[in-house]
């Protein structure tokens, strides 16, 4: 089976602009979630994506937002971007909803600038 | 509040060493707990989850629910060892599993020496 795949790996972008990160689970998963990793805080929750609806969501602006598509594929947007969002921004699939096994993707490196 | 805790962020051992990365949690239930780690250059996967009570690589991890502890032990470490481990119970409130999420301690970089 392929692993889970990111697009683009690395992301150079200004303040105030926005992003948009994708993300393709394991064929067969139906959930994703997203995660923030920066060197200070660690690897922090965004929300998790199951059959297309937001199920659970992390202490994140609403400046992060997100969506899944029919065939499980996910997008995250961040709008106005800060220079502080600058980290790894990392997708993982699972089976199933609520924390089951996940498996994790090579991530995204935004950089703001 | 929910938490996890690895009250170590830096643990150094010589090869063959015993090792034992800590983790504590702060849940009034009984959470679902799991090993993560990240070798240098490689992407996060999962070492071993408490519920299969398996041995991966040589690690195992019991569960201590009077302390509130899942520490991850191996008795001889391997410089292949060496390597970012996160702690991860799902936490969270309610019935159903729409609340619950993995939630990630801030990890222990642990390097073994030769």
């Known amino acids: 089976k392929a692993g889970v795949t990111q697009t683009p790996r690395y992301l150079i972008k200004t303040r105030g602009q926005q992003v948009t990160l994708s993300c393709s689970p394991i064929s067969g998963h139906r959930s994703v979630s997203w995660y923030q990793q920066t060197p200070g805080q660690g690897l922090q929750f965004l929300f998790e994506?199951?059959?297309?609806?937001q199920r659970n969501k992390g202490n994140f602006p609403g400046r992060f937002s997100g969506r899944q598509f029919s065939n499980s594929r996910s997008e995250m947007n961040v709008s106005t971007l800060e220079l502080g969002d600058s980290a790894l921004y990392l997708c993982?699939?699972?089976w199933g909803q609520g924390g089951y096994e996940q498996y994790f993707g090579p991530g995204t490196r935004l950089t703001v600038t | 509040a929910q938490r996890v805790t690895q009250p170590e962020k830096l643990l150094s051992v010589f090869k063959g060493a015993p090792v034992e990365l800590k983790c504590n949690y702060s849940?009034?239930?009984?959470?679902?707990l799991f090993w993560y780690v990240q070798y240098s250059r490689q992407r996060l996967q999962l070492l071993l989850r408490h519920i299969s009570r398996e041995s991966i690589k040589g690690f195992t991890a019991d569960l201590n629910k009077g302390e509130t502890s899942f520490h991850l032990k191996k008795p001889f470490a391997q410089e292949e060892d060496s390597a970012m481990y996160y702690c991860?119970?799902?936490?969270?409130?309610?019935?159903?599993?729409?609340?619950?999420?993995?939630?990630f301690g801030k990890g222990t970089l642990l390097t073994v020496n030769p």
């Open positions: 849940y009034s239930g009984s959470p679902e």
């Open positions: 991860a119970p799902i936490l969270g409130v309610g019935s159903g599993g729409s609340n619950y999420k993995l939630t």
């Open positions: 993982a699939s699972s």
């Open positions: 994506y199951f059959s297309e609806t």
